[in-house]
């Protein structure tokens, strides 16, 4: 967060002017909520300055509307950061209903329910719209992740606005960033191996499992960040191989 001071005329016929110390943003994972919802009126380039200073500094439309134009443009000019990539480690929305997200570094998520989740997000992104839900269904659950729950859970989360529902797919974008500038040898570039269809996380798992068969449930259940931890080691162990 960066502190912002501000010095106002309370109205204009007034001679003298108050100083107002505010924070604001200055990266991704300092959004809350209700800023991360919005975040479609400041990446639309049509939205009132008033009303993302407003949003954007916790304050009212009148407060903002006080302001010269000099300050807003010094305000706004805090906003680059949306521009570019970013990391993030948790779901900034953190309720859907009944339904809750995963804990900050996905702590409670299991290797089967980010295979369900990615493959979904992976499909979204490239035009399958109807996967969104699904794919948010996968990690807000009303308590520990079931496949069966899926279909139940993205029912609920349609009723939400497209706007929410986009804004926690690009909230997953910087999650997916953060992990793959934790376990890198894991995330390769997609676009290095897209024709694979052997990369994908399906392809993964059976790899991983081989033929222990009756262990499945048992590598399904393991925390992400055990798994990726693993398999990230295996992969530096293989290049100091070659």
Sequence with gaps: MIKVAIQYRPFSFLPFKHRRDLLMPSRWSELNDRQLESIHLALSGRTQDNKLISLFLGVNRFFARRLDSYSKFCILRQLTFLNKIDICDKFIIRRIGKLRAPEDKLKDVTF??????????????????????????CYYTRRKFSEKEIEQNAAIIFRESIHKREAIALNYRLIREWLARRYPHVFERR????????????GVFDKLVGDNIIDTDRYAGTTLSQTLRYLDDRVKEHLKQK
């Design 112 to 137: 089967g329910q980010f295979i369900f989740g990615d493959t979904y997000f992976q499909n979204y992104c490239e035009g399958r719209k109807k996967d969104l839900d699904l794919f948010i269904a």
């Design 191 to 202: 676009d290095t191996k897209k024709n694979d269809k052997g990369n994908g996380w399906v």
